[in-house]
């Protein structure tokens, strides 16, 4: 299963992503966990004890290394670079393992005017792409709100989209705008998460103003969660009530797959 996780930022996605991945890996799965939000902090959501997550050299900053596999040349009228990096040893090569999740971190591509056409990005696109297409492990992509790093080319072989909103209109019409992004790049299932969820008005905000989209669960708001946060750990390793909620979305996904 390829799974994509964006929403407008702090409605979640993080928690979810990272407690996805603890969940299927431990239904012993191969998981791969890549953090594709600029913002990166799967990482701790996952359990990477913060010491060793300082260690980790987010992808996009490997600058030589982007150089070498993008042959760039640089001149008088910009660069000239390969648009299709060898990519299939990324994974083997940066991911740090932890529980049994293979975490990547992409880290940010610096945004030129007019959307970026650059080395880094066309090294991440290519390895999206090659993640999506033609891996065998379940992949997770925690994503930004925007797209950035999704081609065209690969999005039609996600599994799941899924977009988590909390209960406010701000996180809803993010929701929507994300639906026709999606759309627009080619990508058929869109989910929807419910986070923070405290009152049954909440639940219906969501139901009511996304009723286009399939609702795959909902996450109550749950002061562990912030707990986890605090102390730097996965909500995963210190809570049961999330643990149990992730396992009902992971249930329904797979319905909808006819697992
Ligand atoms: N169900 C929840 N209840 C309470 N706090 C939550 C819940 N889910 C997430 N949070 C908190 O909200 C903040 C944003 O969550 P995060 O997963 O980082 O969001 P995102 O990745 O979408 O920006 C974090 O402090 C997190 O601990
Ligand atoms: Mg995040």
């Given amino acids: 299963m390829k799974i994509a996780i964006s929403g407008k930022g702090g409605v979640g996605k993080t928690t979810l992503a990272g407690v996805l991945a603890r969940t299927l890996s431990d239904q012993n799965e191969t998981v791969l966990a890549i953090d594709a939000d600029p913002d990166a902090n799967l990482a701790s959501a996952v359990g990477v004890p913060p010491q060793k997550v300082g260690d980790i050299t987010p992808l996009a ?18 660069s000239i670079f390969k648009l299709n990096p060898k990519v299939d040893d990324i994974p083997e090569k940066f991911s740090i393992e932890h529980e049994g999740v293979k975490l990547l971190i992409l880290g940010s591509v610096p945004q030129g005017g007019g959307g970026c056409f650059c080395p880094e990005n066309v090294l991440l696109k290519n390895l999206l792409s090659h993640l999506f297409i033609q891996r065998n492990e379940t992949v997770i992509v925690d994503m930004e709100a925007g797209l950035e790093h999704l081609g065209r080319g690969s999005t039609g072989y996600v599994d799941a989209f899924i977009v988590v909103v909390e209960p406010g209109m701000r996180s809803i019409q993010t929701a929507q705008q994300i ?39 909902l996450m109550n708001y ?38």
């Fill in 61 to 78: 900053e490997m600058t030589n290394f982007i150089e070498e596999r993008t042959e760039t040349k640089k001149g008088g009228y910009g």
């Fill in 179 to 217: 639906k026709k992004l999606a759309s627009d790049l080619g990508i058929k299932r869109v989910f929807i998460v419910g986070n923070k969820i405290q009152t049954e008005e909440d639940q219906k905000v969501i139901v009511e103003n996304l009723s286009d989209f399939p609702i795959l669960g």
């Fill in 222 to 259: 749950n002061a562990k969660i912030l707990e986890a946060d605090r102390k730097g750990v996965s909500p995963y390793d210190i809570d049961g009530q999330i643990k149990e909620e992730v396992h009902a979305i992971l249930d329904n996904l797979r319905k909808q797959f006819g697992e």
